[in-house]
Nanobody, 122 residues
């Protein structure tokens, strides 16, 4: 498994944008973003597989968020546009099992980053 370090979180007003980054210590073909609000379960946001033609998104973020991966630099990104207050939470980068890369389920995670906070105000 690889070590993961997120960055790019912050505070923004509704309708704004943020870009999260996740630096991996090595090669990880299958990666994902999750988020968690205190008192709620961690939920999958988006995932990507190096050889898959498309990414997987949660319905709540489709058409607003874009996951991408720079394989040359082992870096994962999450571009978040049209942010809503309900997008507020701690965002975690994750390496996931490639045979389960599309599930967006925490049980399919190999390793987690430490998280970066995103706060969207109305």
């Amino acid at each position: 498994q690889v070590q993961l370090v997120e960055s790019g979180g912050g505070s923004v007003q509704a309708g704004g944008s943020l870009r999260l980054s996740c630096a991996a210590s090595g090669i990880a073909d299958c990666m994902a973003w999750f988020r968690q609000v205190p008192g709620q379960e961690r939920e999958g946001v988006a995932s990507v597989y190096r050889i898959a033609p498309t990414a997987k998104y949660a319905d709540s973020v489709k058409s607003r968020f874009t996951i991408s991966k720079d394989n040359a630099n082992n870096t994962l990104y999450l571009q978040m546009n049209s942010l809503k207050p309900e997008d507020t939470g701690m965002y975690y980068c994750a390496q996931v099992y490639c045979n389960r890369w599309y599930t967006l389920h925490p049980q399919d995670v190999v390793s987690w980053g430490q998280g970066t906070q995103v706060t969207v105000s109305s």
